[in-house]
């Protein structure tokens, strides 16, 4: 059984920094893309970026340059550092894997196994 599991979420200042992970069971994820979303309150799940198989990473505008996204195929584990946190990234955080090998997306609807997710809640 495939299972994602996010952690590392909190309260956090304006300007501060964390770093969420992603570690996954189930079977290896080497060749999946690994994507990052998050979910305000009352808001559409949106993509925040995502990881290849060989480690390339894309992000959209509104986190390009504050969010890096990691991968560490040895521990099946995939990150997400924030930087420069500001109150509109509160959310629920979530980590998907892609239904195929070797494609990445930007569409939820391309990532195939879901994380519970995780709460990020940034203070002004």
């Known amino acids: 059984q495939v299972q994602l599991v996010e952690s590392g979420g909190g309260l956090v200042q304006a300007g501060g920094s964390l770093r969420l992970s992603c570690a996954a069971s189930?079977?290896?994820?080497?060749?999946?893309?690994m994507g990052w979303f998050r979910q305000a309150s009352g808001k559409e799940r949106d993509f925040i970026g995502a990881?290849?198989?060989?480690?390339?990473?894309s992000y959209p505008d509104s986190v390009k340059g504050r969010f890096t996204i990691s991968r560490d195929n040895a521990k099946n584990t995939v990150y997400l550092h924030m930087t420069s946190l500001k109150p509109e990234d509160t959310a629920v955080y979530y980590c998907?894997?892609?239904?195929?090998?070797?494609?990445?997306?930007?569409?939820?609807?391309?990532?195939?196994?879901w994380g519970q997710g995780t709460q990020v809640t940034v203070s002004s």
């Open positions: 189930g079977r290896t994820f080497s060749s999946y893309a």
């Open positions: 998907a894997i892609h239904r195929i090998r070797l494609q990445v997306g930007v569409s939820a609807d391309a990532y195939q196994y």
């Open positions: 990881i290849d198989w060989n480690g390339y990473t």
